[in-house]
């Protein structure tokens, strides 16, 4: 019996399978491998622009959805901690595991924008846009260290960066 054990990143499933072939329907709507890898892809060269390093924490804010397995894979792909938070749990207490976590970024999926009302995001960094390739075009650029706010739409990466929200946005 051989022995030899092999090493095998959990991101790198995707990438094995026909690009053609259905990963996933999320909300009625099909994505393939394919897409799913240029989106894992995208969002993470996203991270990497926003200088979101291996062993980073990235809180996650989404329902069982397209988003959720888009940023997963996308974070497991860079060594970045994922720390699921409850996306009907009140702003003050999303504050508090924010705290607790050091969650460097917050991806927020749009059905839980709700949960953010009354959440300080007055400090950031305001991004504009950021297109397909990572690359980032931005009005204001003051970082406040802690956490940064994703926008990405399907075709298109729009950025704007603020504290404790992250918003991922597949529209």
């Known amino acids: 019996m051989n022995d030899e054990r092999r090493s095998m990143n959990v991101a790198s499933i995707i990438e ?15 994505t393939t491998y394919g897409e799913l890898t240029a989106q894992v892809a995208a969002l993470r060269g996203a991270l990497n622009g926003l200088g979101i390093a291996r062993g980073d924490r990235v809180a996650l804010l989404c329902g069982n959805t397209l988003e959720f397995v ?12 994922c720390v699921p938070l409850n996306p009907t749990a009140p702003a003050p207490e999303l504050e508090r595991e ?16 709700a949960g953010w009302n009354g959440v300080d995001r007055s400090r950031g960094v305001a991004i504009d846009a950021m297109d397909i390739d990572g690359s980032i075009r931005s009005a204001r650029a003051r970082l406040w260290p802690q956490t940064e706010w994703l926008k990405v739409c ?7 960066l603020c504290q404790s929200f992250v918003q991922v946005d597949y529209s």
């Open 154 to 160: 399907k075709r298109r990466l729009k950025t704007q």
């Open 98 to 113: 924010l705290r607790v976590v050091s969650a460097r970024a917050v991806v927020i999926a749009p059905s839980a924008v």
């Open 70 to 81: 888009v940023t997963y894979f996308a974070c497991l792909g860079r060594g970045i901690v």
């Open 16 to 30: 094995g399978h026909p690009p053609a072939a259905t990963a996933l329907i999320s909300r009625g709507v099909i």
